[in-house]
């Protein structure tokens, strides 16, 4: 017995089934941004170590890293841009509570400039090493090449940067600028060591998270 022919499906079916999950990876991405974009001023308004150059030493690194390190290039720069947006439109979400625009004419300027291209280094890195060797069979293996990508990216942009911005703010001399942000060196290497443990944590608990770092 023959039934009534099937209506063919409109032309336009396909295209419109994936706009919920479209819909659904952005609004993940805005969480994402926004979490982590909190997460860092939380971590800069928590009480420091104060220092003679006036630039404390806090969690902020830690946090930014672990942005990059977590959500990848793209997004982890997002959420540093944000929070560096929030701060100099005038919250207090800097180091010591502390926000707007006059933290530019201080010595912590050029640690703060050079955040967004951390957390984009730290992040491109480990999208890298998990093209090379996609699946960590070894845990302590994974912390180790988090660590690395965490402390390159540290080393590559953050302390760099950061003396320019007291050689600038303090007219200090490139040694003296030098020996200043040498003192911030071993608490960079423990943070760093932090946030992988931490990574690594994060993408066992949630390995879908790991498979959309962007």
Request: hydrophobic residues 55%.
């Amino acid at each position: 017995m023959s039934g009534a022919p099937e209506q063919p499906a409109p032309a336009d079916a396909e295209a419109v089934l994936p706009a919920p999950a479209a819909r659904s990876a952005v609004t993940t991405d805005v969480a994402l941004v926004a979490t982590f974009a909190a997460f860092i001023a939380v971590c800069a308004i928590l009480p420091g170590i104060p220092t003679p150059s006036g630039v404390p030493i806090t969690l902020q690194t830690f946090a930014v890293i672990l942005a990059g390190l977590v959500l990848g290039a793209r997004r982890g720069t997002l959420a540093v841009l944000l929070y560096l947006a929030v701060g100099l439109a005038g919250l207090p979400v800097f180091a010591g509570g502390t926000g707007g625009t006059a933290v530019l004419a201080g010595p912590s300027v050029g640690y703060l400039l050079a955040f967004p291209f951390a957390a984009a280094l730290a992040g491109f890195l480990v999208g890298a090493l998990r093209r090379v060797r996609p699946s960590w069979r070894f845990p302590a293996r994974e912390v180790v090449g988090l660590f690395v990508a965490g402390l390159l990216a540290s080393l590559l942009t953050i302390h760099p940067l950061g003396i320019a911005g007291l050689m600038w703010r303090l007219d200090l001399s490139l040694g003296e600028a030098f020996l200043v942000d040498a003192r911030y060196l071993p608490g960079d290497v423990a943070k760093n060591v932090c946030a992988a443990i931490v990574a690594a944590a994060v993408f066992r608990a949630f390995p879908e998270l790991a498979r959309s770092r962007r």
